[in-house]
Structure formats: structure tokens, C-alpha cells
């Protein structure tokens, strides 16, 4: 297939994402962890040059339905950067990752793109994992959601001369993921303006200690949770945009949890080292917050996103 080829419609993959916290305190930028909610993409190829568009569940009162949808943008990207004409889209957004709240719906968004683009164009164009990782990073501005959205579990992406990279990890079986997700949104945008250019030489070594700390807490040791999940590099200066976010951490912290501001928040993550000290995170937020929470007893996904190809007809 050259780029004058588009795909016979007909054609249909299924693609499934995970949600992602990036950050996970101390590390900025880096660290992203692949967490057990999922919005999937049912994508069908038409005609060339039209495009259907339904969306269920998150957002779906507010997302466009036409070609500025993300989701439309990413196969879009991805068509291009390889040469090849997009066809003709049928989408069906079954979002369940809260938007805006600091738990990779826009990167869940792009990677499904992405992914969906790939699953069309398989037996005429392969994309490797380097690939799709740069694209995504490409659309998402960073790696660190992205990274663990593709390839799950716990993610070190970085970027050098080569582009983007990354490192996924195995997490410990006693960590249990908590999430705290506020009726409020935040924008990641606003978020980031908060921070300064520049930080003290000693809070950029503290954020380097404790980064390393964190991966082997995440990996071997979660009992040093607590310690490793600590930051002065950009929690503090966000705090001010959302006080009920910065509370809750702080109660949580000062009781003992491994709490943090997930992603840009408004979001909080706490990583408990078990079932139990879950429980009991989610009973002290109950108690010390007029603000109403959703607290979502969550897993690490072990798989990060999948494709799943249909037989052309097929339901």
C-alpha cells in the first residue's frame, strides 16, 4: 500500500487504555504508573472523508465531534508521519478516566489514537514501540503518561539525542494504589505555570535522593514509602491553585500514607503498602475533608494498552 491507497472500509480494532499518575511525588516529569481504569476505543474504517463519532461516559457532554477530537488528531498524526492517506473513521469513545483531574486522559486519548492508527494499518506499516512512543510523546508534549499508558506497570521515561525513552518496572505486590478524585478539575497547563524556572540546589537534590528511593520502594521495599514519596520541586508550588487537594496530602502525610498530588492533580494518589492501610487511608480522608472524594480502590496494570483486531463485519 503506497499513500495514494487508503484501507478498504470495513476494517475494525478495538483499543483499550489504561489511566496513568505521573510524578508520583519526587519524580518530576519521569515517573508514571499504569493504574487499573480503562477507557477503550472501538474504531472502524469508512469511506474516505467521513468521520462518525460517539462518546459515552467521561466528558462526552463536552468533547468536539469532528476532526479537533484528540482521538481524530492522533490517528491523523500517525497516518501522516508514515506516509499514508487516513481513511474514512467510525469511533466509539467509551471514556471512564475522569478528565482534567490529573489521571492521563489526554494521553490516554492520544495513545488510543495512536494504537488504533497502528491496529488500521497493520500488514502495510509497522510501528514498533520506539515509535509509538515518540508519537505519542510528539502529541502529549512529555513522556511521562504516555510511557505507562503504552506499556503499563511502573515507567522511567526519559528523553536524549534518540528521542524518548523509557524503562518499565515491575511493581511490588504490596503496594495498593488509592485514588482520591474531587469533583474539581485542574488545568495541566495552569499547573505548570505555577512552578519557577529555577529551585534551590538543595531541593533539586533532595527530589534526586528521593526519586531513587521511590523506585526501590515501588520495586522491593514499600514500607519506605512514605519517605520516598516526598518533593520540593513542584507539590509546594502548585498547592495554592487547589487547597483541598494540598489538605487532603497533608493529612494523609502527617497520619502516616504515602499520599501525593497525582499527575497536575486535582487528583491525590496514595500508594499504601497493602490492602489494609488502604482501608484506613480511605476511612481518615472521610473524616478530615468537608470536600466531597471518590475514593477508587485501584491495581497497577501489569499490560498497558491493547489492540484487538476484528474480522471485517464481524460485531
Known amino acids: 500500500m503506497n499513500a495514494a491507497v487508503v484501507p478498504a472500509p470495513g476494517r475494525r480494532v478495538l483499543v483499550r487504555v489504561p489511566a496513568t499518575s505521573a510524578n508520583l511525588g519526587p519524580g518530576f516529569d519521569t515517573l508514571g504508573l499504569a493504574l487499573s481504569v480503562y477507557d477503550e476505543l472501538d474504531v472502524t474504517a469508512l469511506a474516505e472523508g467521513e468521520l462518525e463519532i460517539e ?3 467521561e466528558g462526552a457532554a463536552d468533547v468536539p465531534r469532528d476532526a479537533s477530537h484528540l482521538v481524530v488528531r492522533a490517528i491523523a498524526y500517525t497516518y501522516e508521519s508514515v506516509g499514508r492517506r487516513m481513511p474514512g473513521l467510525r469511533l466509539h469513545a467509551r471514556n471512564v478516566i475522569p478528565h482534567g483531574r490529573g489521571l492521563g486522559s489526554s494521553g490516554a486519548a492520544v495513545v488510543s489514537g495512536i494504537l488504533a492508527a497502528r491496529g488500521l494499518l497493520e500488514g502495510d506499516v509497522e510501528l514498533g514501540p520506539e515509535t509509538l512512543l515518540r508519537l505519542a510523546t510528539e502529541l502529549e508534549g512529555h513522556p511521562d503518561n504516555v510511557a505507562p499508558g503504552l506499556f503499563g506497570g511502573l515507567t522511567i521515561a526519559w528523553v536524549d539525542e534518540g528521542g524518548p525513552q523509557h524503562k518499565k518496572l515491575l511493581v511490588h505486590r504490596g503496594v495498593s494504589p488509592l485514588v482520591f478524585v474531587p469533583e474539581f478539575t485542574m488545568s495541566t497547563k495552569v499547573a505548570r505555570s505555577l512552578q519557577p524556572l529555577q529551585v534551590p540546589r538543595e ?6 535522593s528521593r526519586s531513587a528511593l521511590l523506585i ?24 495554592s491553585a487547589m487547597p483541598e487537594t494540598d489538605a487532603l496530602v497533608r493529612a494523609l502525610r502527617a497520619a502516616g500514607f504515602a499520599a501525593v498530588v497525582s499527575g497536575a492533580g486535582p487528583s491525590v494518589l496514595v500508594l499504601a503498602d497493602g490492602p489494609g492501610r488502604r482501608l484506613e487511608a480511605a476511612a481518615l480522608a472521610e473524616s478530615v475533608t468537608d470536600t466531597p472524594w471518590e475514593a477508587l480502590m485501584l491495581a497497577v496494570d501489569f499490560k498497558g494498552a491493547t489492540v484487538r483486531e476484528y474480522a471485517e463485519g464481524s460485531t
Open 203 to 208: 531541593d533539586a537534590v533532595f527530589n534526586v
Open 55 to 57: 462518546v459515552t461516559g
Open 216 to 239: 526501590a520502594a515501588l520495586t522491593q521495599s514499600p514500607e519506605l514509602l512514605q519517605a520516598a514519596t516526598e518533593d520540593k520541586l513542584h507539590q509546594n508550588y502548585r498547592a
